[in-house]
Protein backbone atom coordinates (compact mmCIF):
# COMPACT_ATOMS: atom_id res chain seq x y z
CA UNK A 1 0.00 0.00 0.00
CA UNK A 2 0.99 3.68 -0.65
CA UNK A 3 0.59 5.52 2.63
CA UNK A 4 -0.65 9.02 1.79
CA UNK A 5 -1.54 12.29 4.19
CA UNK A 6 -4.18 14.45 3.30
CA UNK A 7 -3.53 18.55 4.11
CA UNK A 8 -6.80 20.46 3.38
CA UNK A 9 -9.32 22.67 5.15
CA UNK A 10 -12.49 21.92 3.35
CA UNK A 11 -14.43 18.44 3.91
CA UNK A 12 -16.16 18.47 0.45
CA UNK A 13 -12.56 19.02 -1.13
CA UNK A 14 -11.35 16.42 1.04
CA UNK A 15 -13.84 13.91 0.43
CA UNK A 16 -13.96 14.42 -3.10
CA UNK A 17 -10.42 13.71 -3.51
CA UNK A 18 -10.29 10.36 -1.74
CA UNK A 19 -13.15 9.48 -3.93
CA UNK A 20 -11.08 10.02 -6.92
CA UNK A 21 -7.96 8.11 -5.24
CA UNK A 22 -10.04 5.32 -4.38
CA UNK A 23 -11.23 4.92 -8.19
CA UNK A 24 -8.26 5.39 -9.42
CA UNK A 25 -5.71 4.31 -7.08
CA UNK A 26 -6.96 1.43 -5.22
CA UNK A 27 -3.87 1.16 -3.45
CA UNK A 28 -3.27 4.32 -1.80
CA UNK A 29 -4.09 4.84 1.55
CA UNK A 30 -5.32 7.68 3.58
CA UNK A 31 -3.46 7.74 6.59
CA UNK A 32 -4.36 11.16 7.91
CA UNK A 33 -6.68 14.50 6.88
CA UNK A 34 -4.90 17.44 8.27
CA UNK A 35 -6.98 20.80 8.38
CA UNK A 36 -3.90 23.45 9.17
CA UNK A 37 -0.22 24.01 9.66
CA UNK A 38 -0.23 23.32 13.21
CA UNK A 39 -2.12 20.08 13.19
CA UNK A 40 0.15 18.64 10.53
CA UNK A 41 3.34 19.80 12.50
CA UNK A 42 1.80 17.93 15.25
CA UNK A 43 0.79 15.13 13.83
CA UNK A 44 4.60 14.94 11.69
CA UNK A 45 6.25 15.13 15.01
CA UNK A 46 4.63 11.93 16.04
CA UNK A 47 4.13 9.74 13.01
CA UNK A 48 6.12 8.36 10.46
CA UNK A 49 6.40 10.24 7.04
CA UNK A 50 3.91 8.94 4.43
CA UNK A 51 4.82 8.27 1.03
CA UNK A 52 2.98 10.96 -0.67
CA UNK A 53 1.17 14.04 0.56
CA UNK A 54 -1.50 15.81 -1.24
CA UNK A 55 -1.43 19.28 0.10
CA UNK A 56 -3.94 22.65 -0.47
CA UNK A 57 -2.08 25.76 -0.21
CA UNK A 58 -4.68 28.44 2.04
CA UNK A 59 -5.12 26.58 5.20
CA UNK A 60 -6.96 27.53 8.13
CA UNK A 61 -3.65 28.77 10.16
CA UNK A 62 -1.74 29.79 7.26
CA UNK A 63 -0.22 28.43 4.51
CA UNK A 64 1.10 25.19 3.09
CA UNK A 65 4.37 27.02 2.18
CA UNK A 66 4.16 27.91 6.14
CA UNK A 67 4.51 24.30 6.90
CA UNK A 68 7.36 23.52 4.19
CA UNK A 69 9.42 26.41 6.21
CA UNK A 70 9.13 24.86 9.48
CA UNK A 71 9.10 21.22 8.52
CA UNK A 72 11.10 19.22 5.42
CA UNK A 73 8.68 16.93 3.96
CA UNK A 74 10.85 13.85 3.29
CA UNK A 75 8.33 12.72 1.27
CA UNK A 76 7.02 13.90 -2.62
CA UNK A 77 4.13 16.83 -2.50
CA UNK A 78 1.25 17.30 -4.83
CA UNK A 79 -0.85 20.22 -4.39
CA UNK A 80 -4.09 20.65 -5.17
CA UNK A 81 -5.40 24.29 -4.75
CA UNK A 82 -8.13 26.91 -6.48
CA UNK A 83 -5.30 29.06 -7.00
CA UNK A 84 -3.04 28.96 -10.28
CA UNK A 85 -1.02 31.66 -9.08
CA UNK A 86 1.00 29.93 -6.31
CA UNK A 87 2.09 26.81 -9.32
CA UNK A 88 5.65 28.90 -9.68
CA UNK A 89 6.25 28.80 -6.13
CA UNK A 90 4.95 25.49 -5.69
CA UNK A 91 7.56 23.99 -7.77
CA UNK A 92 10.25 26.42 -6.04
CA UNK A 93 9.42 23.84 -3.33
CA UNK A 94 10.24 20.52 -5.32
CA UNK A 95 6.48 19.87 -5.55
CA UNK A 96 5.78 16.72 -7.76
CA UNK A 97 2.89 18.38 -9.27
CA UNK A 98 0.20 20.81 -9.48
CA UNK A 99 -2.98 20.25 -9.64
CA UNK A 100 -6.45 22.85 -9.82
CA UNK A 101 -9.54 22.52 -7.95
CA UNK A 102 -12.26 21.31 -8.73
CA UNK A 103 -9.98 18.42 -9.31
CA UNK A 104 -10.75 16.23 -12.77
CA UNK A 105 -9.85 12.70 -13.10
CA UNK A 106 -7.75 13.57 -15.72
CA UNK A 107 -5.28 16.05 -14.09
CA UNK A 108 -4.92 13.13 -10.57
CA UNK A 109 -4.68 10.72 -12.82
CA UNK A 110 -1.40 12.49 -14.43
CA UNK A 111 -0.19 13.39 -10.91
CA UNK A 112 -0.53 9.74 -9.79
CA UNK A 113 1.39 8.00 -13.06
CA UNK A 114 4.18 10.77 -12.13
CA UNK A 115 4.33 10.07 -8.48
CA UNK A 116 4.36 6.28 -9.39
CA UNK A 117 7.28 7.12 -11.85
CA UNK A 118 9.66 8.94 -9.45
CA UNK A 119 8.68 6.47 -7.25
CA UNK A 120 10.09 3.47 -9.49
CA UNK A 121 13.10 5.12 -10.04
CA UNK A 122 14.34 4.95 -6.60
CA UNK A 123 13.77 1.38 -6.52
CA UNK A 124 16.68 -1.23 -8.02
CA UNK A 125 15.51 -3.97 -9.83
CA UNK A 126 12.01 -3.15 -10.92
CA UNK A 127 10.84 -2.57 -7.46
CA UNK A 128 12.11 -6.07 -6.00
CA UNK A 129 14.92 -6.76 -4.83
CA UNK A 130 15.62 -10.25 -4.26
CA UNK A 131 18.03 -11.50 -1.66
CA UNK A 132 20.74 -13.94 -2.51
CA UNK A 133 18.79 -16.82 -0.76
CA UNK A 134 15.64 -15.69 -2.82
CA UNK A 135 13.93 -16.26 0.27
CA UNK A 136 12.32 -12.58 0.51
CA UNK A 137 11.36 -9.48 -1.43
CA UNK A 138 12.86 -5.80 -0.63
CA UNK A 139 10.33 -2.85 -1.67
CA UNK A 140 11.28 0.16 -1.07
CA UNK A 141 7.82 2.53 -1.07
CA UNK A 142 9.07 6.04 -0.76
CA UNK A 143 11.12 6.30 2.75
CA UNK A 144 10.50 2.83 3.85
CA UNK A 145 11.59 -0.60 2.92
CA UNK A 146 9.57 -3.52 3.62
CA UNK A 147 10.64 -7.01 3.95
CA UNK A 148 8.71 -9.69 2.59
CA UNK A 149 9.29 -13.11 3.05
CA UNK A 150 7.98 -15.36 0.52
CA UNK A 151 6.72 -17.26 2.92
CA UNK A 152 4.32 -14.52 4.30
CA UNK A 153 2.68 -13.94 0.87
CA UNK A 154 -0.92 -15.07 0.47
CA UNK A 155 -1.50 -14.52 -3.19
CA UNK A 156 -0.23 -12.20 -5.71
CA UNK A 157 -3.23 -10.65 -8.40
CA UNK A 158 -3.90 -8.20 -11.05
CA UNK A 159 -6.08 -5.08 -11.56
CA UNK A 160 -6.55 -2.55 -14.35
CA UNK A 161 -3.26 -3.29 -15.65
CA UNK A 162 -1.47 -3.12 -12.17
CA UNK A 163 0.21 -5.90 -9.86
CA UNK A 164 -0.84 -6.82 -6.10
CA UNK A 165 1.23 -8.47 -3.02
CA UNK A 166 -1.03 -9.56 -0.52
CA UNK A 167 0.22 -11.10 2.71
CA UNK A 168 -1.32 -13.48 4.93
CA UNK A 169 -1.70 -10.40 7.59
CA UNK A 170 -3.74 -8.21 4.92
CA UNK A 171 -0.94 -6.11 4.09
CA UNK A 172 -1.29 -4.85 0.25
CA UNK A 173 2.00 -3.59 -1.66
CA UNK A 174 1.57 -2.18 -5.51
CA UNK A 175 4.57 -4.29 -7.91
CA UNK A 176 6.16 -3.56 -11.02
CA UNK A 177 6.95 -7.22 -12.10
CA UNK A 178 4.03 -8.93 -14.27
CA UNK A 179 2.44 -12.15 -13.01
CA UNK A 180 4.29 -13.77 -15.76
CA UNK A 181 8.10 -12.68 -14.02
CA UNK A 182 6.95 -13.27 -10.55
CA UNK A 183 5.49 -17.24 -11.17
CA UNK A 184 8.19 -17.88 -12.63
CA UNK A 185 10.34 -16.71 -9.64
CA UNK A 186 7.72 -18.37 -7.03
CA UNK A 187 6.57 -21.20 -9.02
CA UNK A 188 8.93 -24.09 -6.88
CA UNK A 189 7.55 -22.07 -3.50
CA UNK A 190 4.17 -23.08 -3.51
CA UNK A 191 2.37 -21.54 -5.64
CA UNK A 192 -0.11 -22.09 -8.48
CA UNK A 193 -1.13 -19.70 -11.14
CA UNK A 194 -5.30 -19.90 -11.06
CA UNK A 195 -6.02 -17.77 -14.05
CA UNK A 196 -4.23 -14.55 -15.96
CA UNK A 197 -5.34 -12.53 -12.61
CA UNK A 198 -4.15 -15.23 -9.47
CA UNK A 199 -0.73 -16.34 -8.58
CA UNK A 200 -1.75 -18.14 -5.25
CA UNK A 201 0.05 -19.81 -2.60
CA UNK A 202 -1.52 -23.19 -1.39
CA UNK A 203 -2.02 -21.90 2.44
CA UNK A 204 -4.33 -18.94 1.31
CA UNK A 205 -7.04 -21.46 -0.43
CA UNK A 206 -9.98 -21.36 2.31
CA UNK A 207 -12.30 -23.54 0.41
CA UNK A 208 -13.28 -24.37 -3.35
CA UNK A 209 -16.94 -24.57 -4.58
CA UNK A 210 -17.48 -26.51 -8.01
CA UNK A 211 -18.86 -24.91 -11.38
CA UNK A 212 -20.60 -25.62 -14.56
CA UNK A 213 -18.21 -26.47 -16.97
CA UNK A 214 -15.75 -27.96 -14.23
CA UNK A 215 -14.81 -24.83 -13.28
CA UNK A 216 -13.59 -24.07 -9.58
CA UNK A 217 -14.51 -21.17 -7.59
CA UNK A 218 -11.33 -21.04 -5.11
CA UNK A 219 -12.52 -18.79 -1.75
CA UNK A 220 -8.78 -17.03 -0.84
CA UNK A 221 -7.98 -15.88 2.66
CA UNK A 222 -7.45 -12.46 3.21
CA UNK A 223 -10.90 -12.23 1.23
CA UNK A 224 -10.60 -10.23 -2.23
CA UNK A 225 -13.97 -9.18 -4.01
CA UNK A 226 -12.27 -10.52 -7.13
CA UNK A 227 -13.72 -13.98 -8.17
CA UNK A 228 -10.48 -16.59 -8.13
CA UNK A 229 -11.80 -19.41 -11.07
CA UNK A 230 -9.80 -22.02 -12.24
CA UNK A 231 -10.83 -23.36 -15.82
CA UNK A 232 -11.59 -26.26 -16.77
CA UNK A 233 -8.38 -26.85 -18.95
CA UNK A 234 -6.41 -26.24 -15.56
CA UNK A 235 -8.79 -27.69 -12.66
CA UNK A 236 -7.35 -30.97 -12.95
CA UNK A 237 -3.62 -30.11 -12.97
CA UNK A 238 -5.18 -27.69 -9.92
CA UNK A 239 -6.71 -30.79 -7.91
CA UNK A 240 -3.34 -32.68 -8.39
CA UNK A 241 -1.23 -29.32 -6.85
CA UNK A 242 -3.40 -29.54 -3.80
CA UNK A 243 -2.92 -33.11 -3.40
CA UNK A 244 0.59 -32.32 -3.65
CA UNK A 245 1.13 -34.64 -6.95
Known amino acids: MINIVIIEDEALAADRLIDLLTEHAPDFEVQKVLEGV???????SKHEAPDLVF???ELTDGTSFDLLKRYEMPCPVIFVTAYDQFALKAFEVL??????????AENLQRAIARFRKTHREDIEESNMIADAGKSRFVLRLGQKLHVIEYSDIAYIFSQDKSTFLVTKDKRKFALDPSLDHLENELHKLNFFRLNRKFLVCH?????????????LLVQL???IDIEAIVSSEK???FKKWLAGK
Open 38 to 44: QLSLDYF
Open 221 to 223: TPE
Open 55 to 57: MDI
Open 235 to 237: SAL
Open 95 to 104: ALDYILKPVK
Open 203 to 215: SAIDSIRTLPKSK
